[in-house]
T-cell receptor, first 112, second 110 residues
Framework: DTAVSQTPKYLVTQMGNDKSIKCEQNLGHDTMYWYKQDSKKFLKIMFSYNNKELIINETVPNRFSPKSPDKAHLNLHINSLELGDSAVYFC???????????FGDGTRLSIL | KNEVEQSPQNLTAQEGEFITINCSYSVGISALHWLQQHPGGGIVSLFMLSSGKKKHGRLIATINIQEKHSSLHITASHPRDSAVYICAVRPIQGAQKLVFGQGTRLTINP
């Protein structure tokens, strides 16, 4: 009965590979987000979708592509992984854009 | 300088002490959030407020919009309160994204 679940929890891969992180929420929320938390623990928004439509697209390399097949899912695909992509990626959702956000447990991505 | 500054960055206290964590911001906002990040990494939303004060159990959050300042208080602190506490604001300009502070690492010793 996890509210926001993201998989995998850990992802270790080599530079240059392509990988995906999946996120699903069973809260019936309209809005979903991807955040990146760097080594200094700062959280920064990457993308947000509202009812499957992209509403926030921060200055993120276009190697990162979000995909929302339906409003319960927001997946993050990353092409040509680089060392600087190592971070913890959090998915979150909220009922609407101005409501409290519920976070997944994070995916720790390590690039070798 | 970040739009959201928290103080202190690190705080160590004894069990039972009253804890205050501060958050100052430099932009007009529509709401402020307090989040808790557990040692295991999970993030929980504690409060969302736009004025006044909110209380949940031993946690109290206050905000002064005119002074652009918020505080998070913990009464009768307990070792399980040890976590990173993060302040985030929703600016009125570009109102669709949260801007986060750097977090305050709180350690409560038994």
């Amino acid at each position: 009965d996890t509210a926001v679940s993201q998989t995998p929890k850990y992802l270790v891969t080599q530079m240059g590979n392509d990988k995906s992180i999946k996120c699903e929420q069973n809260l019936g929320h309209d809005t979903m987000y991807w955040y990146k938390q760097d080594s200094k623990k700062f959280l920064k928004i990457m993308f947000s979708y509202n009812n499957k439509e992209l509403i926030i697209n921060e200055t993120v390399p276009n190697r990162f592509s979000p995909k929302s097949p339906d409003k319960a899912h927001l997946n993050l695909h990353i092409n040509s992984l680089e060392l600087g992509d190592s971070a913890v990626y959090f998915c979150a959702s909220s009922r609407t854009i101005n409501q409290p956000q519920h976070f997944g447990d994070g995916t720790r991505l390590s690039i070798l | 300088k970040n739009e959201v500054e928290q103080s202190p960055q690190n705080l160590t206290a004894q069990e039972g002490e009253f804890i205050t964590i501060n958050c100052s911001y430099s932009v007009g906002i529509s709401a402020l959030h307090w989040l808790q990040q557990h040692p295991g990494g999970g993030i929980v939303s504690l409060f969302m407020l736009s004025s006044g004060k909110k209380k949940h159990g031993r946690l109290i959050a206050t905000i002064n919009i005119q002074e652009k300042h918020s505080s998070l208080h913990i009464t009768a602190s307990h070792p399980r309160d040890s976590a990173v506490y993060i302040c985030a604001v929703r600016p009125i300009q570009g109102a669709q994204k949260l801007v986060f502070g750097q977090g305050t690492r709180l350690t409560i010793n038994p």
